[in-house]
Nanobody, 125 residues
Framework: QRELVESGGGSVQAGGSLRLSCAAS????????LAWFRQVPGKEREGVAA????????IYADSVKGRFTISVDNAKRTVHLQMNNLKPEDSAMYYCAASWRPYESTLSPGDYPAWGQGTQVTVSS
């Protein structure tokens, strides 16, 4: 099976909400951290949110704090990103990723060797 498969992207008006999901394989769900990143053409990939799977401790980029929530559903082996009060600047391809780094979660792409294919989020004004 695919290691990480994102879904839930789409087009929404500013102020709206979307919930992204990332189905993880047994291998990637056995990682230490799962995270969401986003990227737009011409810009570097940026970390959005990450969660330490052992204690479910989340971290967020300042730009999304208070609006986005990352969570994990152990039964479904899925990580979610609830995105509320979306802004046009949130438009990007969103990727989920897994890290086996044996330390606290980070928002650094280099710490994540396993990646999904991405799901597009477009927020119109």
């Amino acid at each position: 099976q695919r290691e990480l498969v994102e879904s839930g992207g789409g087009s929404v008006q500013a102020g709206g909400s979307l919930r992204l999901s990332c189905a993880a394989s047994q291998h990637t769900f056995s990682s230490n951290s799962l995270a969401w990143f986003r990227q737009v053409p011409g810009k570097e990939r940026e970390g959005v949110a990450a969660i330490w799977l052992h204690e479910k401790t989340p971290i967020y980029a300042d730009s999304v704090k208070g609006r986005f929530t990352i969570s994990v559903d152990n039964a479904k082996r899925t990580v979610h990103l609830q995105m509320n009060n979306l802004k046009p600047e949130d438009s990007a391809m969103y990727y989920c990723a897994a890290s086996w780094r044996p330390y606290e979660s980070t928002l650094s792409p280099g710490d994540y060797p396993a990646w999904g294919q991405g799901t597009q989020v477009t927020v119109s004004s």
